[in-house]
């Protein structure tokens, strides 16, 4: 199969660590994205725009910031199709003669006040959750609706895993007695393989999604994939010096009965190979899904697909995984979180700069005009991302963090802005509803990553850092000024054609 425009090959996972990729980390193994990697270009300095799935998925496959869709937390979502600020990447790519098939998930939320919500652009869809989940989409292949009965084995394994899959007992798992196959991920791969096999179109140019539930927890892991590792060879976490968060902005949420505190209290009375199990675990679930890519690819290279492609790898956010404290899951602006691993490979990448790692600062925001432009379709001057195959370099990488607080009120954001060696946080304590009267309570964290990669030292009112606290503050103020001018609504007697259009 030949076309001018590449196929693309989007291969994406839920809360994979930027470091948990054997290129990274010589304890874990991933050979297919190894070779990616290899092959390809690495974003070693990547990250998300919201360290939580909805606001972080919406802004990637929209192309803009959170606070410019207003998805800001789980909570939120894009619910009304006919006021969408721009076009989704799956519908982007459908306009410009792409097929689109769409396996796994999205995390639209836009279930929420629609009975038939539609696919955004895909053409083929297959999700791996039950019809009344949240996450049907209008003609999509359900997982409840053709295997109901796997569907059923995985959630009475998983069922005491809590809200999402997150309390202790989903961080510390299982040895999985569900087949590969009847596991979620495990049915959406299957039905990525039955298409690759039996429904290309010769006839366009594919956009192929495939997009996996873990490694997020609960760590309920097929056995041949957690006998790749003994819990010898897995490194122990590094713990801070101190026993509490200090004044930082995710230390306020950490009241005595918190999510936190519970799985705290678990972990402290845990062994140290009882606490390496739950890293092997979220190591293996990273191997697993890295088989399932690999079998994938394999099949898009018999058909040729993969003669003339680029393939994206990609997560939402990362894991802390224990780390500060005994701290997990992804709600705070902290590396493990906000990190996330990116590639871009495939024939489409100049051979000249396959086997690289590129430093630049890059986010998810990038991905929209990166595959917009490879695919041809006119660049849209309202999105604040670059195209990660041009030349064009932001001075930092900006991620945003909101939540709610218990009395169920918006609290205050936290914003990021990230250099490869500095680090900036800026918080206000409590709600935003009295915000604009106490923006003179504003605090904030300053980290030198090069000396402090734990982000254990706050050197926010260290004097001798006072020049870059400065500086970066100026540099995400004026990014956040370009960024919100340009859109997602642009109004002028020009049009968008004042902003170089």
């Not at 492609?309 to 590396?335: N, P, T, W």
């Not at 300053?446 to 503050?473: S, V």
Request: some cysteine.
């Amino acid at each position: 199969m030949s076309h001018h425009r590449p196929n693309i090959i989007f291969l994406m996972t839920d809360q994979q660590r930027w470091d948990c990729i054997g290129k990274f980390n010589e304890h874990i193994y991933t050979p297919t994205l190894d070779k990616l990697a290899e092959n390809g270009i690495v974003f070693s300095q990547a990250v998300c725009q919201a360290p939580m799935c909805v606001p972080s998925r919406s802004s990637m496959m929209f192309g803009l910031y959170p606070s410019q869709l207003g998805v800001r937390t789980n909570h939120g979502g894009l619910y009304d199709e006919d006021q969408l600020p721009a076009l989704p990447l799956a519908e982007l790519l459908r306009r410009e003669g792409y097929q689109t098939a769409g396996f796994g998930k999205t995390h639209w939320n836009h279930g929420l006040r629609n009975a038939n919500p539609p696919t955004r652009g895909f053409e083929v869809r297959a999700v791996g959750l039950s019809r009344d989940s949240g996450h049907y989409e209008e003609g999509a292949v359900m997982m409840g609706d053709d295997d109901p009965e796997g569907l059923q084995a995985y959630s009475e394994e998983t069922r005491h895993y809590g809200s999402g899959e997150e309390n202790a007992l989903g961080y510390i798992g299982c040895t999985s007695q569900v087949p590969m196959h009847r596991h979620r991920d495990g049915w959406v791969a299957e039905q990525c393989k039955s298409f690759i096999a039996n429904g290309i179109d010769s006839s366009r140019p594919l956009f192929l999604y495939l997009s996996f539930l873990k490694p997020h927890a609960g760590f309920n892991v097929p056995k041949e994939f957690e006998d790749w590792y003994r819990l010898e060879d897995i490194p122990d976490i590094e713990q801070p010096p101190w026993e509490t968060e200090p004044d930082t902005h995710v230390s306020e949420p950490d009241v005595p009965g918190s999510t936190y505190w519970e799985r705290r209290k678990v972990w402290e009375g845990m062994s140290r190979m009882e606490r390496r199990r739950t890293t092997l675990r979220y190591w293996a679930n990273c191997s697993w899904l890295d088989h399932y890519f690999g079998q994938v690819l394999e099949g898009l290279e018999a058909k040729g697909i993969l003669d003339n492609a680029l393939i994206v790898f990609v997560s939402d956010h990362g894991e802390m995984l224990g780390e500060r404290q005994f701290r997990f899951s992804k709600y705070c602006l902290y590396e493990s979180s906000v990190r996330v691993p990116m590639m871009l490979a495939g024939s489409w990448v100049p051979e000249a700069k396959r086997g690289t790692v590129d430093e630049r600062p890059a986010e998810l925001i990038d991905l929209v005009p990166t595959l917009a432009r490879a695919a041809g379709a006119e660049s849209n001057p309202l999105l604040p991302g670059l195209d990660l195959l041009g030349d064009q370099q932001r001075v930092g990488a900006f991620c945003e963090f909101h939540r709610k607080t218990e009395s169920g009120l918006f609290a205050a954001p936290a914003f990021m802005w990230r250099k490869q060696d500095w680090k900036l946080i800026l918080y206000l304590p409590g709600t935003l509803q009295d915000a604009v009267t106490r923006i003179d309570e504003l605090k904030g964290e300053l980290y030198h990553l090069k000396e402090d990669p734990h982000e254990w030292h706050n050197g926010f009112q260290d004097e001798r850092w006072h020049a870059i606290r400065e500086r970066m503050t100026a540099e995400l103020l004026m990014h956040l000024m370009c960024a919100w001018t340009r859109g997602p609504f642009f109004y002028d007697n020009q049009g968008v054609k004042a902003l170089g259009h």
